[in-house]
T-cell receptor, first 112, second 115 residues
Framework: KQEVTQIPAALSVPEGENLVLNCSFT??????LQWFRQDPGKGLTSLLL?????REQTSGRLNASLDKSSGRSTLYIAASQPGDSATYLC???????????FGKGTKLTVNP | EAQVTQNPRYLITVTGKKLTVTCSQN?????MSWYRQDPGLGLRQIYY???????DKGDVPEGYKVSRKEKRNFPLILESPSPNQTSLYFC??????????????FGPGTRLTVT
């Protein structure tokens, strides 16, 4: 059974800092890995999707990497801003059902 | 605008009173799914549908029903809600037409409270 873990559960950084959020998964047989952002009481916004055949994806200040062999993905946020404060979720897509198996998230606070 | 919509956004109801949460997408996606989000447990899949008239259970289907009569709609039905179904519910959809696994788009969520 796939399990997705995100460490740390919470992270507080000063504005402008570069940071890395970690995601690990136990079963490497994934179709893709997706990173989401969730603001308090709101829905999920898709940030980046990495197909299983890819190593990384970039969007603006965000860069996500995938290492299937080690069961790890990282989300790199450059030059963090207070507006980046949110909970970041990673999810691995299981084959057959397209089910997303989610980690419990990392709550990021960027202090001005 | 491409989107997944859910209604209602907020609902307070009593134990045993049947309710339906609607989900609709305007992207002609084949795949639709329901998740619930609970503190400490994260998001878990309830039901999913690969296409019209094709539905299957996710990880936590007990107490829920779904139907997929039209491609754009995937309602979640609680025949007899109980307090343990108090949760934040999300509907999602995905384009399967290209045969690859693509990103899933999520609705804004429905916060359900069962007293």
């Amino acid at each position: 059974k796939q399990e997705v873990t995100q460490i740390p559960a919470a992270l507080s950084v000063p504005e402008g800092e570069n940071l890395v959020l970690n995601c690990s998964f136990t079963d490497s047989a994934i179709y893709n890995l997706q990173w989401f952002r969730q603001d308090p009481g709101k829905g999920l916004t898709s940030l980046l999707l990495i197909q299983s055949s890819q190593r990384e994806q970039t969007s603006g200040r965000l860069n996500a990497s995938l290492d299937k062999s080690s069961g790890r993905s990282t989300l790199y946020i450059a030059a963090s801003q207070p507006g980046d404060s949110a909970t970041y979720l990673c999810a691995a897509t299981q084959g057959g059902s397209e089910k997303l198996v989610f980690g419990k998230g990392t709550k990021l606070t960027v202090n001005p | 605008e491409a989107q997944v919509t859910q209604n209602p956004r907020y609902l307070i109801t009593v134990t045993g009173k049947k309710l339906t949460v609607t989900c609709s997408q305007n992207m002609n996606h084949e795949y639709m799914s329901w998740y619930r989000q609970d503190p400490g447990l994260g998001l878990r899949q309830i039901y999913y549908s690969m296409n019209v008239e094709v539905t299957d259970k996710g990880d936590v289907p007990e107490g829920y029903k779904v139907s997929r009569k039209e491609k754009r709609n995937f309602p979640l039905i609680l025949e007899s809600p109980s307090p343990n179904q108090t949760s934040l519910y999300f509907c999602a959809s995905e384009d399967l037409s290209a045969g690859l696994s693509y990103e899933q788009y999520f609705g804004p969520g429905t916060r359900l409270t069962v007293t």
